[in-house]
């Protein structure tokens, strides 16, 4: 059972547009997100995070938001950039198991100039 | 320089054979990890330590072992490499000592493309 998913494996977007990558999760006893970006031949790097007593956080371009009763995260970039083209994983971790975080799939996101 | 290495970057190798792939860091964290992403697939956990004695298993550790030699450096080894452990593989390391949320952030290596033949 994948307890992180993210659906769209691709987005395409136009350049200064909004791109919304989408996340959900089962367990519910997640409390912790966070979104990493991965370039071709790096590894991921930390993007941005949210803890479950909040419902939005923002830096700079990216917000990520969060629907607890959805078990839904989402990350909207904007405006979104040629050099945001990336893999972006989605992963969640849980208090009572902190330290290990289980994650998604990833979608790749291509921005069109 | 970076943070978090791995070597080798790239490794092509036979059916049988024994590889060890080596992850050392200096951002004196404490806890290190092994992740295997296959195409199109998330990062799946292989093994993990949170300090130099304490190793555990992750959700795919048949086939590997681990050994934290000092606080900084974690390697993974495959005692009998098999086709289907082709991978990119990834050493990650997080720091505990803050006591807050934000230690489940992880560092990620460049990653260890591995072709067994």
């Known amino acids: 059972d994948q307890q992180v998913k993210q659906n769209s494996p691709s987005l395409s977007v136009q350049e200064g547009r909004i791109s919304i990558l989408n996340c959900d999760y089962t367990n519910s006893m997640f409390d912790y997100f966070l979104w990493y970006k991965k370039y071709p031949a790096e590894g991921p790097t930390f993007l941005i995070s949210?803890?479950?007593?909040?419902d939005k956080n923002e830096d700079g371009r990216f917000t990520v938001f969060l629907n607890k009763s959805a078990k839904h995260l989402s990350l909207h970039i904007v405006p979104s950039q040629p050099g945001d083209s990336a893999v972006y994983f989605c992963a969640a971790s849980a208090k009572t198991n902190a330290g290990k975080s289980t994650f998604g799939d990833g979608t790749t996101l291509t921005v069109k100039p | 320089d970076a943070d978090v290495t791995q070597t080798p970057r790239n490794r092509i190798t036979k059916t049988g054979k024994r590889i060890m792939l080596e992850c050392s860091q200096t951002?004196?964290?404490?806890?290190m990890y092994w992740y295997r992403q296959d195409p199109g697939l998330g990062l799946r956990l292989i093994y993990y330590?949170?300090?130099?004695?304490?190793?555990n298993k992750g959700e795919i550790s048949d086939g590997y072992s681990v050994s934290r030699q000092a606080q900084a450096k974690f390697s993974l080894s495959l005692e009998s490499a098999i086709p289907n452990q082709t991978a990119l593989y990834f050493c990650a390391t997080s720091d505990s000592m803050t006591g807050r949320r934000e230690t489940d952030t992880q560092y990620f290596g460049p990653g260890t493309r591995l072709t067994v033949l």
């Open positions: 951002k004196g964290h404490d806890r």
């Open positions: 949210i803890s479950s007593i909040k």
């Open positions: 330590s949170f300090d130099v004695k304490d190793i």
